[in-house]
């Protein structure tokens, strides 16, 4: 008689910078549908079979599928899925766009009014954040004291990480940093017009 793996769905909130889900189970299936937020689907256990939803031409434009140790990283406005066919495991670490910008100015990897893009959508294998995957799991299995301060720097820690690691930086053609902080050009510009005339 085969012993059955228990199901799991925990989820921790802290807004407006992260969200943390930990899920296992049978048939597992994750949709970022046109994100506006940056995630990270990092497999603990078994393999997710992915694919893009959008017709956005890249090198992994057919997917493919991520086992234990490997992670699926979505930008803003990727069209991403993925689906287990038998029993999984994954943390998943969505962040806003905004969270990871402060993250990676005070780190002094990019400034406030970069872009940041992953280079990849899928990683085979990356033991460090499978690692700090495996962590937020077990963090967030039992309430104890501390809890917030250990995800909130385990959660940097992954940023940081993934800003090292499988990010390009660029200087953003639409947004510049000012004394009242990020301001998108384009609705300075508007409204420069506006009072033109």
Known sequence: MRRTEPAVNRIYARPPGFTLQHRAGRRLRWS????????????LSGDFHWRPEGDRESEQAKGGVIARGGALLS???????????VHAEYMLVTLSPVFVLDCAAR????????????????????ERLARLGRDLAD???????GQELVIAALVEQAIVHLLRRHTNVRRSEQLELSRAGLV?????????????H
């Open 32 to 43: 970022g549908a046109a994100a506006t937020d940056y995630a990270a689907l990092v497999v």
């Open 75 to 85: 930008s803003p406005g990727d069209r991403l899925s993925a689906a287990a066919r």
């Open 107 to 126: 780190a002094r990897l990019a400034r406030a009014d970069s872009s940041v893009t992953f280079r990849a959508r899928s990683v085979e294998r990356d």
């Open 139 to 145: 963090e967030l299995e039992e309430e104890t004291p």
């Open 184 to 196: 998108d050009r384009r609705i300075r510009r508007a409204v420069e017009l506006m009072h033109a």
